[in-house]
Antibody
């Protein structure tokens, strides 16, 4: 059974860079053909897909965030990462990592709250 | 850009009743639609993919239908644990979700 777990700082100041890592167990990132995604959810609001990465390093990003987002992967260590530059209060959200099975998300991490505040 | 619009925003029902949730796309998306359930403080859970295929472990009271632009999630007889927020999701040039329907 695949399990995902997000980790990273929970509090940032405006203009800083958000960095999160998702550790994956129960699924081989080197041999299984899945994309791995980041999705975020501001408090009381809906879900926003941020982007995804394949084991090869191939990425796709949401056009609305593309200029500030970078994703990376270390499949041999079973983790992938997210960086969002120049954060503002609008980036305050719960950030989920998820396994992208074709186009849908069949496994999710529990989520990591990131707050941007001066 | 493909936009998903869910209706209603809120659906008020009682246990034992049936629920019908709608998701409409502004362009045809064939059957590339998934449904998720999210409870407070939890990650979403996949219910349905390819518009009508139940994910592993999902009870038979959940069913999905539709193709093209109009999709429906039906819960045949509500149980207490079904009261949650439901999202639809599509893939096109990029992945996007509907705004959600709160089932209360």
């Amino acid at each position: 059974q695949v399990q995902l777990q997000e980790s990273g700082p929970g509090l940032l100041k405006p203009s800083q860079t958000l960095s999160l890592t998702c550790n994956v167990s129960g699924s081989s990132m080197t041999t299984d053909s899945y994309y791995w995604s980041w999705i975020r959810q501001p408090a009381g609001k809906g879900l926003e897909w941020i982007g995804r990465i394949f084991s090869s390093g191939n990425t796709n990003y949401n056009p609305s965030l593309k200029s500030r987002v970078t994703m990376s992967i270390d499949a041999s260590k079973s983790h992938f990462s997210l960086k969002v530059t120049s954060v503002t209060a609008a980036d305050t959200a719960v950030y989920f990592c998820a396994r992208n099975n074709y186009y849908f998300f069949d496994s999710w991490g529990p989520g990591s709250l990131v707050t941007v505040s001066s | 850009e493909i936009v998903l619009t869910q209706s209603p925003d809120t659906l008020s029902l009682s246990p034992g009743e049936g629920a019908t949730l709608s998701c409409r796309a502004n362009q045809g998306i064939r059957n590339y639609l998934a449904w998720y359930q999210q409870k407070p403080g939890q990650a979403p859970r996949l219910l349905i993919y390819d518009a009508s295929i139940r994910a592993t472990g999902i009870p038979a009271r959940f069913s999905g239908s539709g193709s093209g632009t109009d999709f429906t999630l039906t819960i045949s007889s509500l149980e207490s644990e079904d009261f949650a927020v439901y999202y639809c999701q599509q893939r096109s040039n990029f992945i996007a979700f509907g705004q959600g329907t709160r089932l209360e």
